[in-house]
């Protein structure tokens, strides 16, 4: 599944209903306890505080997403969620390298608060391939699968 990167932010979600459709989709799919509170309301907040979501598109549409909280030295990362009917094809792995890909490019790195990564998906990363550093109150993220580069 040739999937590739799609940043949205304030602009992008302004100027196109098919956007708007799909990112409200992808996190009216999420658990309850990954958004307690309507999707709408969630990327409103989100995109109105200046920041922005990478998503992950296919066939000209928006498959999964995770919410940027951007500053001057790293983006945190949250609320990653893939539509249920795409899930377990491979589009979360590939955002997620596809993030990590555009942070290097941007000379910033990549982080999640503790509160936000469940051990659930410490584990589901830790499979993937990737290494997390637990840095106090927030882990980095090192998104070069294990063994790349040797």
């Given at each position: 599944?040739?999937?590739?990167?799609?940043?949205v932010?304030?602009?992008?979600?302004?100027?196109?209903?098919?956007?708007?459709?799909?990112?409200?989709?992808?996190?009216?799919?999420?658990?309850l306890?990954?958004?307690?509170?309507?999707?709408?309301?969630?990327?409103d907040?989100?995109?109105?505080?200046?920041?922005?979501?990478?998503?992950?598109?296919?066939?000209?549409?928006?498959?999964?997403?995770?919410?940027?909280?951007?500053?001057?030295?790293?983006?945190?990362?949250?609320?990653?969620?893939v539509?249920?009917?795409?899930?377990?094809?491979?589009?979360?792995?590939?955002?997620?390298?596809?993030?990590?890909?555009a942070?290097?490019?941007?000379?910033?790195?990549?982080?999640?608060?503790?509160?936000?990564?469940?051990?659930?998906?410490?584990?589901?990363?830790?499979?993937?391939?990737?290494?997390?550093?637990?840095?106090?109150?927030?882990?980095?993220?090192?998104?070069?699968?294990?063994?790349?580069?040797?």
């Amino acid at each position: 599944m040739p999937v590739t990167l799609q940043r949205v932010d304030q602009a992008a979600w302004d100027a196109d209903a098919q956007i708007r459709t799909d990112l409200v989709r992808i996190y009216a799919d999420a658990p309850l306890e990954r958004l307690p509170r309507p999707p709408e309301a969630f990327v409103d907040d989100h995109l109105s505080a200046h920041r922005f979501f990478c998503c992950a598109r296919f066939n000209d549409r928006l498959l999964g997403a995770v919410a940027v909280s951007p500053d001057a030295e790293a983006w945190w990362l949250s609320h990653l969620c893939v539509r249920k009917t795409t899930r377990r094809r491979g589009v979360g792995s590939r955002l997620l390298a596809l993030i990590g890909e555009a942070a290097h490019d941007e000379g910033v790195r990549l982080r999640v608060t503790t509160a936000q990564l469940t051990m659930a998906d410490q584990v589901m990363l830790g499979r993937m391939g990737y290494r997390l550093t637990h840095a106090g109150d927030y882990f980095e993220l090192d998104l070069t699968p294990k063994g790349a580069g040797q």
